[in-house]
T-cell receptor
């Protein structure tokens, strides 16, 4: 079974600082990996995804993530945080559910706090 | 990517009652997924709804509590039955489109009092 671990339930950065949100996964098969963002009182928005090919994936809003198979990691980064980046971020791996369909297994989420 | 309309966006319900949540997609999709996000928690898959067949429920979820309908390729409903305060959560529907990944509705924020 697949699983996702996000290190740190809360991460605080100053505006303009580097954002690093950590995600490690376990999977018995080559994984598809995703990062989603959830703004307050809203649904989930896809930031980026890795399926195959280039291991450095660029997403929306200046975010990127690198798939490192040897480290089973898919950390999310952004060079310079904006106040508008404050939200909850979820890492997810595509997994086979009980039903047999391919669905998403989510990490517990990391709340990003950005201070002026 | 698909556009998903989910309603209601929020509701406050009395315990013992039921609420039906609707999910409309602007594209035809084979499978639709229903998730629950309890307060301060991550998302947990409730069930997978395939048009023309019974929904398939994940461990810990049963049809009597969360009946699902899937009458066509663009629409599904999830009912939360005989609600208790423990059912207070955000409920989200999701679809997967080839090449676009998984798209989520904006969620239904349910409070049971």
């Amino acid at each position: 079974a697949q699983s996702v671990t996000q290190l740190g339930s809360h991460v605080s950065v100053s505006e303009g600082a580097l954002v690093l949100l950590r995600c490690n996964y376990s999977s018995s098969v080559p994984p598809y990996l995703f990062w989603y963002v959830q703004y307050p009182n809203q649904g989930l928005q896809l930031l980026l995804k890795y399926t195959t090919g280039a291991t450095l994936v660029k997403g929306i809003n200046g975010f990127e993530a690198e798939f490192k198979k040897s480290e089973t990691s898919f950390h999310l980064t952004k060079p310079s945080a904006h106040m508008s980046d404050a939200a909850e971020y979820f890492c997810a791996v595509s997994a086979s559910s009980f039903s047999g369909y391919s669905t998403l297994t989510f990490g517990k989420g990391t709340m990003l706090l950005v201070s002026p | 990517s698909a556009v998903i309309s989910q309603k209601p966006s929020r509701d406050i319900c009395q315990r013992g009652t039921s609420l039906t949540i609707q999910c409309q997609v602007d594209s035809q999709v084979t499978m639709m997924f229903w998730y629950r996000q309890q307060p301060g928690q991550s998302l947990t898959l409730i069930a997978t709804a395939n048009q023309g067949s019974e929904a398939t429920y994940e461990s810990g979820f049963v049809i009597d509590k969360f009946p699902i309908s899937r009458p066509n390729l663009t629409f599904s409903t999830l009912t939360v039955s005989n609600m208790s305060p423990e059912d207070s959560s955000i409920y989200l529907c999701s679809v997967e489109l080839q090449g676009s990944g998984y798209t989520f509705g904006s969620g239904t924020r349910l409070t049971v009092v």
